[in-house]
């Protein structure tokens, strides 16, 4: 659904909980499960013209629990099995405190790929399974999808305000925002 001046929209999505399972702080590849019905969202979002921006809080970097090139082998593994269905990762490596402006609920990550695509912000949604995941994408000023696979459940009485859908999985997020567009 590339518009006049050639830009698309995008899907914002989170990474551990959303995409992959949750497993706190993801350090080793070997632990990295990619949940059986990703690749069947991610290519209905292809379809209809989407690019697939995943962005994800890595501060387990800053903490010293991982290094950045063991999160690159984890992003490498997960584009070598979804291929061009993700189109790029954003990552904020700082810890919660430290003030900097990519880490979600702030919008960094977003301007951030929005200066390596053209994106039509105003089609476009965050998905994540956190309160801070729906924060960011209200921060934006655009669609918002909780979806209750990870912390879902347990965010999901923790919303200030109520994202636009909420979904059991990325699968019914895909459905649910594909029938509204
Ligand atoms: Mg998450
Ligand atoms: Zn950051």
Not at 10 to 29: K, M, N, Q
Not at 47 to 54: A, K
Not at 78 to 95: A, M, Q, R, W
Request: charged fraction near 30%; proline fraction near 3%.
């Amino acid at each position: 659904m590339s518009n006049e001046n050639g830009s698309s929209p995008a899907i914002f999505v989170d990474r551990d909980g959303t995409l992959i399972e949750e497993v706190d702080h993801l350090s080793r590849v070997d632990d990295l499960k990619i949940f059986p019905f990703t690749r069947e969202a991610l290519e209905m979002f292809k379809d209809r013209g989407f690019r697939v921006i995943v962005l994800t809080n890595q501060s387990g970097i800053a903490r010293g629990y991982f290094t950045e090139g063991s999160m690159q082998a984890i992003h490498d593994k997960i584009k070598s099995e979804l291929g061009t269905l993700v189109d790029n990762f954003y990552f904020c490596p700082h810890l919660p405190d430290a003030g900097c402006s990519c880490r979600k609920p702030n919008v960094g990550m977003i301007e951030s790929a929005r200066e390596d695509f053209e994106i039509d912000l105003a089609g476009s949604w965050m998905i994540g399974d956190k309160r801070i995941d729906v924060e960011t994408g209200q921060n934006a000023g655009i669609g918002t999808a909780l979806v209750l696979t990870g912390y879902g459940k347990a965010d999901r009485n923790r919303l200030d305000s109520e994202p636009t859908i909420i979904a059991d999985d990325l699968l019914e997020a895909a459905k649910l925002i594909l029938s509204e567009n």
